[in-house]
């Protein structure tokens, strides 16, 4: 009877089709013993207890990740959690950069020590075999990594690997890199379970990192507001636009992670002017005007769209002033920002990054900056307009000081000089009192010649375009790097003189004599003398060390070029420990 039952009971699994897939399961096990039996289900249950223990540990690590929000610890924990689930001794997460290669831009270890990635150099680009799992965003499992076609092998001092496992990971449908496993406990294969479990992390991840970024885009967007806000009040409480500018370079470079920062201005409709210089020294930041025409500021000024350029360096719109500057970085990738109001473009801010850390440009919204210079600008001009309407009463009360001073004090001056020229004549028998008349007279004239030039002084703006005013703000612009203040003087009605179009160029040589004497002479005393008697020509005087023979007479040569366009020249006597006499004679029309 017992037998029957077994034939009637497998029989009638035979003609069962629900059971078929049992039937497959356990014929491996008919005919074996019960000691094997009880060994195979132990096996399995065993199985099943460890599977349960990594969905557990799967589940607690997304918990884990989706509680950081910062993208270095997440990085930092998914691999860790990777290996800790798959049995992996090392792992690795590679992140893709943006550009078209899309090699990797960022590679985060677990499972070497720091003497080691020290030991074994620059971490890996993303070729080879890694190489493999870009091109090709798939998982794959390698009994052995050397035996793969596209391996390159390990460089120096690189641990031995045997076993791989890659799994990329995905944001949507966009692969952000790729879980690289190693080395799998006991010196055995990644199996499909391991793969499962990776997989199952990787597509996690990809949720937790994308809310890390996009938690990252809000820290930032909340530092761009902060900087123009910064800006605003400092512009509300202050009014020094030049200090305005340095935080608006100062914080642009800080938030975007720039090597260099530049605030660019419009000086005329044919020039621009490099204003403020943030990331390096400031004896570095180069004199005189740049060209609009033919350079990457100039095409942002007219266009008034921003630009992303790769290389500035080697770009040839690249203004010369900033292509090659001893001390700067050697530029790499440049974002340049139009600085815009309701009136116009005004100038440009400019990122600029070395071409070491050329990647980081790819983690700048060139929307962010853009706005932050629009309300950065707005900003400055509010400020303008506010300082304008105080200088406007500055001035009028002004007016009415040189008015009184020449209605009433110049007249009342006048008819006493008057009364004592005629005293002097009452005193014709007597010489020393008449010289001594005639003395207070001179001296009453001399008085009256400068009270004149105080009204003069006290009509023209801090600001104005005048030359006078321009010469006196350059040699203070450049007292900040000379630790001393030039000496100026005038001879002549420089205003007067001095026509509208050669101002420009004045200025611009000006700048540079005095930019070289900062960068070079190491002088005590400078003398600036500014004599439109005759011809116009301008003297910097400096007591410095003189110029040196081997010296580049790059900024010379554009001192005699303007001279020379103008129908003068420019003249210059230097001597070692003597100093540097540069003479720049124009025509006057």
């Keep these: 009877m017992p037998a029957n039952r077994d034939e009637v009971h497998l029989g009638a699994a035979h003609s ?78 590679g992140v893709l950069g943006a550009g078209t290669e ?36 798939q998982p794959l499992r390698l009994h052995d990594i050397a035996e793969h076609t596209a391996s390159y092998g390990f460089p120096a001092n690189h641990p031995p690997m045997r076993s791989f496992l890659g799994v990329p990971i995905r944001i949507r449908e966009k692969v952000f890199g790729n879980l690289y496993l190693t080395e799998k406990a006991g010196g055995e294969d990644f199996t499909d379970r391991d793969e499962a479990v990776v997989v199952a992390l990787a597509a996690a991840a990809g949720v937790v990192i994308e809310n890390a970024q996009l938690y990252e885009e809000a820290v930032r967007r909340e530092r761009w507001l902060e900087a123009t806000a910064e800006v605003a009040n400092l512009l509300s409480t202050s009014g020094d636009t030049d200090s305005a500018l340095m935080v608006v370079a100062d914080r642009a470079r800080e938030i975007a992670g720039a090597d260099v920062s530049t605030v660019v201005l419009k000086r005329s409709e044919a020039e621009l002017e490099v204003r403020i210089v943030s990331g390096v020294a400031a004896e570095l930041v180069p004199a005189g005007p740049v060209a609009m025409e033919g350079s990457l500021a100039g095409r942002v000024v007219s266009t008034g769209e921003p630009m992303i350029v790769k290389d500035a360096a080697h770009d040839p719109r690249t203004a010369p002033e900033l292509r090659q500057v001893p001390g700067w970085p050697v530029l790499g990738p440049v974002i340049l920002v139009p600085l815009r109001t309701p009136d116009g473009v005004e100038g440009v801010l400019t990122l600029a990054w070395s071409a070491e850390r050329a990647g980081n440009v790819e983690e700048v919204d060139v929307h962010l900056p853009q706005r932050f210079a629009e309300q950065a600008a707005l900003a400055l001009q509010v400020a303008r307009a506010r300082a304008a309407e105080q200088k406007l009463v ?89 630790k001393f203040r030039p000496s100026v003087r005038f001879v002549g009605p420089v205003n007067s003189r001095v026509d509208p179009a050669v101002a420009p160029h004045l200025g611009a040589v000006l700048a540079e004599a005095l930019s070289n004497v900062a960068r070079h002479a190491g002088a005590d005393h400078v003398e600036v003398v500014l004599d439109v008697s005759s011809d116009l020509t301008l003297t910097v005087q400096d007591d410095g060390r003189g110029i040196p023979e081997d010296a580049t007479p790059s900024g010379l040569l554009n001192m005699r070029e303007r001279a020379e366009k103008l129908g003068g020249a420019c003249s210059i006597e230097s001597s070692a420990g003597a100093g540097t006499t540069i003479t720049w004679t124009v025509p006057l029309t």
Aim: with cysteine; net charge negative; proline share 2%.
């Design 394 to 482: 500055v001035f009028e009360d002004r007016d009415r000081i040189g008015r009184d001073l020449h209605d009433l004090v110049i007249q009342r001056l006048f008819a006493i000089g008057l009364g004592l020229e005629n005293t002097s004549r009452m005193l014709a028998d007597r010489p020393e009192l008449a010289n001594r008349v005639a003395g207070a007279v001179d001296d009453l004239d001399a008085t009256i010649k400068d009270i004149r030039r105080s009204i003069f002084a006290l009509s023209a703006a801090e600001e104005s375009t005048d030359v006078r005013r321009a010469v006196l703000d350059l040699a203070e612009r450049a007292s900040r790097t000379l």
């Design 16 to 93: 069962e089709p629900a059971h078929a897939g049992t039937r497959d399961v356990l014929t491996p096990l008919l005919g074996a013993g019960l000691n094997d039996l009880l060994h195979e289900l132990l096996n399995r249950v065993d199985e099943l207890v460890a599977d349960q223990q990594r969905l557990r540990l799967l589940l607690d690590a997304v918990v884990v990740l989706a509680a950081d929000l910062s993208l270095d610890r997440v990085l930092d924990r998914i691999v860790e959690v990777a290996c800790d689930l798959s049995g992996a001794r090392y792992g690795a997460v």
């Design 102 to 137: 899309r090699r990797l831009q960022a590679f985060v270890t677990h499972g070497l020590s720091q003497a080691e990635r020290d030991r074994i150099g620059d971490l890996p680009r993303g070729h080879g075999l890694l190489g493999q799992i870009i091109d090709s965003p």
